[in-house]
């Protein structure tokens, strides 16, 4: 343990630096945690052994080691590394950047652009990068904490892979707390639980676990601390961590499963969570009209109205006082009836799309504008349901030879109680006139 903690030659030309600049890696095989990405056969692992790196999209929680991949990734490939942030950059920047990846092409060095944040840029923006990747000018790696199938538009996520990176474990952060009580040439004057209890202020973060260690590592105590001992002293740090570091599609997996579950009091609760973190509002918003499409549906038709309104109250008021008419919106859809059929039906459609895609709709229900198409029997036999008893002909719309798929199925619920009626209805009607 002693050789651990021995003290190290401060290097000449090396000024005070923060704990987390110190002891960011040099190597890939340096990466605390990510083995989902950096592990044998991982993706990152497989790119680089193969030397077939592609442009990527980080996605995870902040201080996970997205901007440290990226940059080591640079290093590992002999691509000169630029990095930016889409909130502090525009249009101007980006064409600099642009330009000056095309000289260095020219001149034989590539370039990894890292972009922070990518989600910021709205489409015309991400739009501008595909030129550039697509004829190899910039290789692309994005970071965001959004996620990037609502967030970057299907063009880029088309040319990218996308790569999920995961808070860090416990395991992974006490990893991390000897490496930097190596660093400091001291142990944490902690002892057992209170060091366990600092890793999991931390809550994943292995930037915020270093600027907490820093901030312990300063003070002047004769003995280790215990938990209530450190509580006392970290208490508004923890705090503000707790703020600012939940993972935002953690509270808004807590959010949708409460709603989900008709718990309005458990939802309303992780909905103050996330504003009080610091949460964008129109991000709940956006969160919340999708509840009601993916979990009420039709067996509630206003909660969609309800939402789109309590979304636009927003807008008018802002913060904090339009929060008041999401925190509505909130309390409407976890009351709401739940229904997902059509949200199974849709995926049934798509799939049904899918492995169907190259049959034609049976020549009965197309059109036939010229006199080639009505030879062809475009349009013959299709009976105009206005014309038919009950105003209903039973007829096939589905391509021939597929068979008909009963893709919605109403639950008896809200609303949709009456659609399940209906779809009985025209059930027994078609099963009448096909008989």
């Given at each position: 343990?002693?050789?651990?903690?021995?003290?190290q030659?401060?290097?000449?030309?090396?000024?005070?630096?923060?704990?987390?600049?110190?002891?960011?890696?040099?190597?890939l095989a340096?990466?605390?945690g990510?083995?989902?990405?950096?592990g044998?056969?991982?993706?990152?692992?497989?790119?680089?052994?193969?030397?077939?790196?592609?442009?990527?999209?980080f996605?995870?929680?902040?201080?996970?080691?997205?901007?440290?991949?990226?940059?080591?990734?640079?290093?590992?490939?002999?691509?000169?590394?630029?990095?930016?942030?889409?909130?502090?950059?525009?249009?101007?920047?980006?064409?600099?950047?642009?330009?000056?990846?095309?000289?260095?092409?020219q001149?034989?060095?590539?370039t990894?652009?890292?972009?922070?944040?990518?989600?910021?840029?709205?489409?015309?923006?991400?739009?501008g990068?595909?030129?550039?990747?697509?004829?190899?000018?910039?290789?692309?790696?994005?970071?965001?904490?959004?996620?990037?199938?609502?967030?970057?538009?299907?063009?880029?996520?088309?040319?990218?892979?996308?790569?999920v990176?995961?808070?860090?474990?416990?395991?992974?952060?006490?990893r991390?707390?000897?490496?930097?009580?190596?660093?400091?040439?001291?142990?944490?004057?902690?002892?057992?639980?209170a060091?366990?209890?600092?890793?999991?202020?931390?809550?994943?973060?292995?930037?915020?676990?270093?600027?907490?260690?820093?901030?312990?590592?300063?003070?002047?105590?004769?003995?280790?601390?215990?938990?209530?001992?450190?509580?006392?002293?970290?208490?508004?740090?923890?705090?503000?961590?707790?703020?600012?570091?939940?993972?935002?599609?953690?509270?808004?997996s807590?959010l949708?499963?409460?709603?989900?579950?008709?718990?309005?009091?458990?939802?309303?609760?992780?909905?103050?969570?996330?504003?009080?973190?610091?949460?964008?509002?129109?991000?709940?918003?956006?969160?919340?009209?999708?509840?009601?499409?993916?979990?009420?549906?039709?067996?509630?038709?206003?909660?969609?109205?309800?939402?789109?309104?309590?979304?636009?109250?927003?807008?008018?008021?802002g913060?904090?006082?339009?929060?008041?008419?999401?925190?509505?919106?909130?309390?409407?859809?976890?009351?709401?009836?739940?229904?997902?059929?059509?949200y199974?039906?849709y995926?049934?459609?798509?799939?049904?799309?899918?492995?169907?895609?190259?049959?034609?709709?049976?020549k009965?229900?197309?059109?036939?504008?010229?006199?080639?198409?009505?030879?062809?029997?475009?349009?013959?036999?299709?009976?105009?349901?206005?014309?038919?008893?009950?105003?209903?002909?039973?007829?096939?719309?589905?391509?021939?030879?597929?068979?008909?798929?009963?893709?919605?199925?109403?639950?008896?619920?809200?609303?949709?109680?009456?659609?399940l009626?209906?779809?009985?209805?025209?059930a027994?009607?078609?099963?009448?006139?096909?008989?």
């Open positions: 343990m002693a050789d651990l903690f021995a003290a030659e401060p290097s000449p030309d090396t000024g005070p630096r923060p704990l987390a600049d110190r002891l960011r890696p040099k190597r340096e990466v605390i990510q083995q989902q990405v950096l044998p056969d991982a993706p990152l692992t497989v790119m680089l052994s193969s030397g077939a790196l592609s442009s990527l999209v996605w995870g929680p902040p201080g996970v080691g997205k901007t440290t991949i990226a940059r080591l990734l640079a290093h590992e490939t002999d691509l000169h590394f630029v990095q930016i942030s889409a909130i502090f950059t525009g249009v101007p920047d980006l064409k600099k950047v642009f330009e000056a990846a095309k000289i260095r092409r001149n034989g060095q590539g990894l652009l890292f972009v922070d944040e990518i989600h910021r840029f709205n489409k015309a923006q991400q739009d990068f595909l030129p550039h990747m697509e004829d190899g000018t910039i290789l692309l790696v994005g970071a965001t904490t959004e996620n990037p199938s609502f967030e970057l538009n299907a063009a880029v996520l088309s040319r990218a892979q996308v790569l990176l995961e808070r860090l474990d416990l395991k992974d952060l006490e991390l707390a000897q490496r930097a009580e190596q660093e400091l040439a001291k142990a944490l004057p902690l002892d057992g639980p060091r366990e209890a600092l890793l999991e202020m931390a809550d994943g973060d292995g930037r915020a676990l270093l600027n907490l260690i820093e901030q312990v590592m300063a003070w002047d105590v004769p003995d280790k601390l215990n938990t209530e001992q450190l509580s006392k002293r970290l208490m508004r740090r923890a705090a503000q961590y707790d703020k600012s570091g939940d993972a935002h599609y953690n509270l808004i807590a949708h499963k409460s709603v989900r579950g008709s718990d309005p009091d458990a939802a309303l609760y992780w909905f103050a969570r996330m504003l009080e973190g610091g949460e964008d509002p129109r991000f709940l918003a956006r969160r919340i009209t999708r509840m009601a499409v993916e979990d009420i549906g039709l067996a509630d038709p206003q909660a969609q109205a309800v939402c789109l309104q309590s979304w636009e109250t927003y807008e008018r008021l913060s904090p006082e339009g929060e008041l008419a999401l925190a509505q919106a909130v309390i409407y859809v976890a009351l709401a009836p739940k229904s997902n059929a059509t199974v039906a995926k049934g459609a798509r799939k049904a799309a899918k492995e169907t895609g190259s049959h034609l709709p049976p009965h229900i197309l059109n036939a504008p010229t006199s080639m198409m009505k030879d062809q029997g475009y349009g013959a036999g299709y009976a105009y349901d206005h014309d038919a008893e009950d105003g209903f002909s039973g007829q096939d719309y589905f391509p021939d030879g597929m068979g008909r798929r009963d893709l919605y199925q109403p639950v008896e619920r809200g609303f949709e109680r009456e659609l009626k209906r779809v009985e209805y025209f027994k009607l078609r099963a009448k006139r096909n008989g």
